[in-house]
């Protein structure tokens, strides 16, 4: 889950209620000249012609007929995409439907606690959610969300868009259950990537100490250990550029909730934890489950799991030992959303672990990492991978805020909300949304002209979601059957390890254990059916190291006798030259 830099990612941590009405007239005044107005002054640029998109419009404005006068009321996190969709695109709507639509901006966590409240209760608390795709194992299991492919092929047929497409979201096969069925509408997508200062790495006199140091170029890393080296490099080596003390490395410590996405946004799968496979690794995946079919079946070694295995040791043992050498002082006091605006002051070489949220905060002009022409003086590119990982397996995650419709929400309220997530996902506006937030989730959007001419503007962004690497970068998945209940457990466990308390291994085998716990205590309830969990009896660790390798699966994986193999670099410009320039053909 995440968030935006001076949101939640950075998250705000406010609660914004926008209500979106003409106030006493938006009913008598709905139709295709508010949807004129709105087309001319805010919905461009778009993928549509502006009579394409009077035509979509014009659909919403029928559809919208037996709902007109109707208060709704839908919520999401507080990030700058969401913040343009309540202060602008829910009035456009209101305006343009005769829908009173009000759409709440509230924390993260307070939108898992209230959705997990509702779904619990019964009792309608909104009519529509944003909440991250890693719920998805939860929504298909407790059967409380409507599948989508069958709500818009039957009860929801009268008001799904003819123009939805939804072969263009890129984010799809993330809202995907195991059951092949839809259950959660992407809004806004972000990635979790490398960012570097392209303008340091390119200084020459850099350049020949780091190849004279280290036998290879100073670049793009590939790998953990050449991350290693130039953290090494620009903390020790360089110490000073331009009389500014810098860092070759940033990142956050203290035991507080936000450390939590810190790890389950796929950092134990860089380190190359889990097996093969995307979305996620089968058997094992990111987090260390193992599955069968689609039953969980263990978080431990000894249950032929992978969380408090080798790789896993290995991926918070080198977050602990690079945040002490080669961040400044203060990251290990830090959540996230004090950390996030540090890369911006202009002292830091690299950052492993940053948000394409955070690109709309980290490209305003003025700051120290922009230059005058408007251009970044750094650049965003693929996550280097730690020495556990093997080619084929996910390399970093990728959030996607996805519409939720739940069951105990009335029909006709879930209808008419279910327009409004259609509306702020239309190609009428989704392109202009865009570039507003820069959390792309069509296809055409991202290879849109527009996008082609600010791309030198947002540092790599436009090419990483146009390259074929982007497949790797995936959201939780099908295979963590209760979010709510099993992501908290991550920051308070590795929280043990941050502050000393725990060492990384004693806090990944009590973070495996209290998964497994969870685990058992769903199977001995029995409220998933067939794809809750079935706990494997424990045994060994030697066991299912034996196991894996007569499977030819990986995880879990034993102990490397070398976690530190050369580095490896790759030169950036020469990286997005590799990538294609048009976008892929659709079936």
């Known amino acids: 889950m995440k968030l935006t830099q001076s949101h939640r990612h950075l998250k705000l941590f406010i609660s914004t209620s926008v209500i979106a009405m003409a106030l006493g007239s938006s009913v008598a005044l709905a139709g295709m000249e508010e949807a004129r107005r709105w087309i ?50 829910a009035k456009a709507f209101s305006e343009i439907t005769g829908i009173k639509l009000t759409h709440d901006l509230i924390q993260e966590g307070d939108v898992v606690e209230k959705i997990q409240t509702q779904m619990q209760s019964g009792r309608n608390i909104y009519d529509a959610w944003v909440n991250d795709s890693d ?25 799904t868009s003819p123009t939805l497409d939804i072969n263009d979201f890129i984010g799809k096969s993330f809202t995907t259950a195991p059951d092949g069925k839809m259950y959660q509408l992407p809004d806004q997508q972000f990635a979790n990537v490398y960012w570097f200062r392209y303008d340091w790495f390119q200084r020459p006199e850099f350049k020949e100490k780091f190849k004279a140091k280290y036998g290879y170029d100073l670049g793009v890393p590939v790998n953990w250990s050449a991350y290693e080296d130039i953290a090494e490099f620009f903390t020790n080596d360089v110490k000073e550029v331009d009389g500014v003390k810098v860092y070759g490395h940033m990142d956050y410590g203290r035991k507080d909730p936000s450390l939590g996405w810190r790890f389950t946004d796929a950092w134990l799968s860089m380190a190359g934890n889990g097996d093969k496979g995307i979305p996620n690794g089968l058997p094992v995946d990111e987090w260390g489950i193992r599955m069968e079919g689609c039953r969980p079946v263990g978080s431990s070694v000894e249950r032929g799991g992978d969380t408090n295995g080798p790789a896993a040791v290995y991926a918070i043992t080198k977050y602990l030992d690079w945040m002490k050498k080669y961040a400044p002082p203060q990251a290990q006091g830090m959540n996230f959303s004090e950390s996030g605006p540090v890369p911006a002051q202009g002292n830091i070489a690299q950052q492993i672990f940053w948000y394409t949220a955070f690109t709309a905060d980290m490209v305003k002009p003025g700051l120290p990492v922009v230059n005058a022409d408007g251009t970044p003086k750094w650049r965003m590119a693929p996550s280097p991978h730690g020495s556990y990982w093997k080619d084929g397996m996910k390399l970093g995650y990728q959030d996607a805020g996805s519409w939720t419709l739940l069951k105990s929400t009335p029909a006709e309220r879930r209808k008419a909300a279910w327009l409004y997530a259609q509306f702020v996902t239309s190609k009428t506006v989704s392109l202009k949304k865009s570039h507003v937030g820069l959390t792309f989730i069509r296809e055409s959007d991202i290879w849109d002209k527009s996008m082609t001419e600010r791309a030198p503007k947002l540092g790599g962004l436009v090419e990483f979601y146009r390259s074929p690497a982007r497949v790797q970068w995936t959201p939780t998945g099908n295979n963590v059957p209760d979010y709510p209940k099993l992501a908290q457990l991550w920051w308070q466990n590795i929280g043990d390890a941050a502050s000393g308390t725990k060492t990384p291994q004693e806090a990944m085998t009590s973070l495996a254990n209290a998964q497994d716990e969870v685990l058992g205590r769903l199977e001995r309830a029995n409220v998933q059916g067939e794809c809750g969990p079935k706990l494997n009896p424990k045994t060994s660790a030697e066991e299912w190291f034996k196991k894996a390798e007569a499977a030819g699966t990986i995880a879990p994986q034993r102990k490397l006798a070398n976690e530190k193999p050369k580095g490896e670099t790759v030169d950036y410009d020469t990286l997005i030259k590799s990538w294609p320039a048009s976008p892929p053909k659709r079936s």
């Open 40 to 89: 001319d002054s805010e919905f461009q640029p778009s993928t549509l012609s502006k009579d394409e998109q009077l035509k979509e419009m014009e659909w919403f404005v029928n559809a919208a007929k037996p709902f007109a006068g109707q208060e709704i009321n839908v919520v999401s996190e507080t990030i700058t995409t969401h913040e343009y969709e309540a202060r602008t695109l």
């Open 135 to 159: 719920l998805i194992g939860t929504h298909f299991r407790y059967k409380q969300a409507i599948p989508l492919d069958d709500w818009m092929a039957g009860e929801g047929k009268d008001v």
